[in-house]
């Protein structure tokens, strides 16, 4: 069995932030994976992030990104491009995320076999629980993606016959389940 | 003519702690403390049922998630006036201690230990000798030297590989560092095995809290988890093992590892318990409640003012009167428009003008006692108990003082722990005893579900007219407080008053530093453009701003560095 997790980062409190965990939330409630497979909200989290990459086989995370891209845009990064950047200099517990927990994992020796960073290209990070058009509109790329993924590391995954909760409790309205993207696009 | 020394660790959206000196003749003259993002999150929970706050409020920050959580919900309860059944007490205080443990671990080991280890001398070490030295102060069966060879093969190969990775921002080499090669190997094996610790006390979290990073079992009035022992679904016999196996590890990797190490530094380090002692002033709450009223405590509170230990005030509750009374939040310097006020008040209206150090320069407030800056966290704490006599503080205060005096032959009192290093100190006593206090916890919690009581909820009413009500918490970081206004069974304010606040308050109308800010002067600087001396500092608060958004940013801008202007 191999152990997989694919992770929803992000604050969602604020705005396109919360992109991650909203989609994880939608994974869970719309589709069924094979033995070993964690979906999981991560929030925001700190140096914690080494607990849930070490010793994992296949890490597929889910965050919003800052470029100059248009808003919804989604953007792959691999594990070999994210440990070229520099890790932050550790000023609050915050500053060691993404790339410092992979150079401590790799450290340590628990790096994950691969892992695809899915990025979503922000439009807001104003205080808020709902997502921007933009951003609304990628959520079907982001699945597929996610899926292609597992399709290229043959892990297996159905859709549910009917969809479980979705346990996005923050999410306002506008964002409830009825207008979200039944399958990817 | 004084130099001036930005440290700002961010161009990334994420709200960052941003520290300014000034440098005169080689010792910081002046200092300003600043968070570079604020956005109102309190805000989003006006017009919200009071009873979902907790949630909201556990997305403050995916550090503190739990923290925050806490508060809220003993703010709301502490508004209604429920009580909350002892089970759930214990439950909750379990979850902040496991979370805490967590927390004091990865900060000194992640965060701050790289401030006094050299990793590039660990090439040097001989692990025959790390051994020897281990074995000579602490039992800890893992300080083998197979353990130490393997540590320092895995830096030796990051060494040789030319790409410094996780390692590439650290100070190495710096004149401020003068650990013997073995004691920085003795730390770095550490610090890859703390790991596995601080992992241990995060699954205690996820068996109570059924998830990590948030929890899901918390509601006002109580906890969720249903309490029956022969149930597979249940809070039984079998979970309550494994929290006590879990903790037994976590316990004994506090006492011999972290707690050790702490001392060991510090001995070695003896100069950094006459820098940075700053605000003399200190303020903590009393937490995990012991009975249903919350009228016993096994960790006391209380503030001392103007470092007089002995006029020690104590409050005799998590929401003393006192307390109530006298916490207001000052903007003068902070972007916001207003007066002091209090939190119940409280505005956030935001006043942006730019970082200018005579007049706005931080997003964040400066919340004062009674009109004065205090300092918060393990320090605060561990004073207070230790003023008032308290038995558990005072065993491992001593315990930690004759620790240090043993390894470095260094006459070590109390009064040496307000400095640098006497945070650091606090809060490895203050983990030990959060570690003795886990498996008191959870004997409480088994004693009393064998004697018959499952009960975990009472049910909150809403009364008709306002109300107001002030949750704490000793958090890891400090003092936390949060206000909450409740009418028509909606919130219509809330504020969370948050330790990070207390200690990297800017200035107040007066002109009174902040504690970061008070406990930066004077400190000597070897090398100005290289600041491991303010790093050391300001890391010895546990800094954290509880404002995290977390976009990843692919172009790497979250580069680091002290900027000389």
């Not at chain 1, 995320?97 to 628990?110: H, M």
């Not at chain 2, 989003?44 to 508060?71: E, K, N, S, Y």
């Not at chain 2, 000579?136 to 895995?154: G, L, V």
């Not at chain 2, 004065?372 to 108990?385: C, D, E, N, R, S």
């Amino acid at each position: 069995m191999r152990k997989v997790v694919i992770g929803g980062i992000g604050n969602v409190l604020l705005g396109d932030d919360g992109v991650g965990p909203y989609v994880a939330q939608l994974l869970t409630s719309r589709y069924e994976f094979e033995e070993g497979v964690e979906v999981l909200d991560l929030g925001t989290p700190a140096l914690d992030l080494i607990d849930q990459l070490s010793g994992k086989d296949v890490v597929i995370l889910v965050d919003s990104v800052q470029t100059d891209a248009a808003p919804g845009t989604v953007l792959l990064y691999r594990k070999e491009e994210i440990m070229r950047l520099r890790p932050a200099m550790r000023m609050d517990p915050h500053s060691p995320a993404l790339v410092d927990a992979l150079f401590s994992a790799d450290l340590f020796g628990v790096a994950p076999g691969s892992l695809l960073l899915v990025g979503i290209v922000a439009e807001t990070y104003d205080t808020t629980c709902s997502l921007s058009k933009p951003v609304e509109a990628s959520l079907g790329k982001v699945i597929a993606e996610i899926l292609g993924e597992l399709d290229r590391c043959s892990i297996g995954y159905r859709l549910r016959a009917v969809p479980a909760i979705f346990g996005a409790w923050w999410a306002t309205e506008e964002h409830s389940e009825a207008r979200m993207p039944v399958t990817a696009a | 003519m004084a130099q001036r020394i930005t440290i700002d660790p961010i161009t990334r959206i994420e709200g960052h702690l941003r520290i300014d000196v000034e440098v005169e003749n080689n010792a910081v003259s002046n200092a300003w403390a600043s968070c570079t993002m604020w956005r109102g999150i309190e805000k989003i929970l006006r017009g919200r049922d009071p009873r979902d706050a907790w949630l909201f409020t556990q997305r403050f920050c995916g550090v503190c998630t739990t923290v925050h959580a806490m508060a809220s919900v003993r703010a709301v309860e502490d508004a209604l006036k429920v009580e909350v059944p002892l089970n759930a007490q214990y439950i909750r205080n379990l979850i902040l201690i496991a979370h805490a443990l967590h927390d004091h671990i990865v900060h000194f080991y992640q965060l701050s230990a790289l401030d006094w280890v050299d990793i590039l001398q660990i090439p040097k070490a001989d692990p025959a000798a790390t051994q020897k030295l281990a074995e000579s102060i602490s039992p800890w069966t893992r300080n083998s030297r197979n353990e130490f060879k393997a540590a320092q093969d895995r830096v030796n190969a990051v060494a040789s590989s030319g790409q410094l990775g996780i390692f590439m921002n650290g100070y190495w080499g710096h004149p401020a560092m003068h650990l013997s090669p073995e004691v920085n190997l003795l730390a770095f094996t550490h610090y890859v095995q703390a790991l596995e610790y601080q992992r241990k006390a995060l699954q205690v979290v996820g068996i109570l809290g059924s998830k990590t990073p948030h929890i899901q079992n918390l509601t006002v009035g109580g906890v969720a988890n249903a309490i029956d022992l022969d149930s597979a679904s249940a809070l039984n016999m079998d979970r309550l093992e494994m929290i006590r196996v879990l903790l037994e590890d976590v316990v004994k990797f506090i006492n011999e590892v972290y707690f050790v190490d702490v001392c060991a530094v510090a001995a070695m380090y003896p100069e950094w318990f006459k820098i940075g002692s700053g605000v003399r002033n200190y303020l903590a709450v009393p937490d995990l409640p012991l009975d249903s009223a919350g009228t016993s405590y096994d960790l006391p509170g209380g503030y001392i003012m103007d470092g007089n230990i002995a006029g020690v005030h104590t409050f005799k509750t998590a929401s003393d009167q006192i307390f109530r009374d006298s916490v207001t939040e000052d903007v003068t310097h902070a972007y916001y428009q207003g007066k002091p006020l209090h939190p119940w008040s409280g505005e956030t209206e935001p006043e942006f003008t730019g970082w200018n150090g005579d007049q706005k320069y931080s997003w964040v407030k400066a919340p004062r006692f009674n009109g004065q800056p205090m300092q918060v966290g393990p320090l605060a704490q561990v004073l207070v108990g230790y003023a008032q006599g308290h038995p558990l503080t005072q065993k491992y205060a001593n315990l930690a003082l004759g620790k240090v005096q043993a390894i470095g032959g260094v006459r070590a009192t109390p009064e040496m722990l307000h400095s640098t290093l006497g945070r650091h100190a606090a809060r490895a006593i203050r983990a030990s005893m959060l570690a003795e206090l886990a498996q008191k916890h959870l004997q409480l919690l088994t004693d009393n579900i064998a004697r018959g009581d499952t009960s975990v909820f009472n049910q909150p009413v809403f009364p008709s007219h306002e109300v107001e009500g002030v949750g704490t918490h000793e958090a890891p970081r400090g003092t936390l407080s949060h206000w909450v206004v409740i009418k028509d069974e909606k919130i219509k304010n809330y504020q969370a008053v948050v330790p990070s606040t207390w200690n990297a308050s800017p200035r107040d109308a007066s002109g009174a530093h902040g504690p970061y800010e008070a406990s930066l002067l004077h400190t000597p600087l070897a090398r100005p453009e290289e600041p491991l001396e303010v790093l050391r500092t300001v890391h010895s608060f546990d800094p954290c701003m509880a404002c995290a958004c977390h976009a990843f940013d692919p172009q790497g801008r979250q580069i680091a560095k002290a900027k000389i202007l």
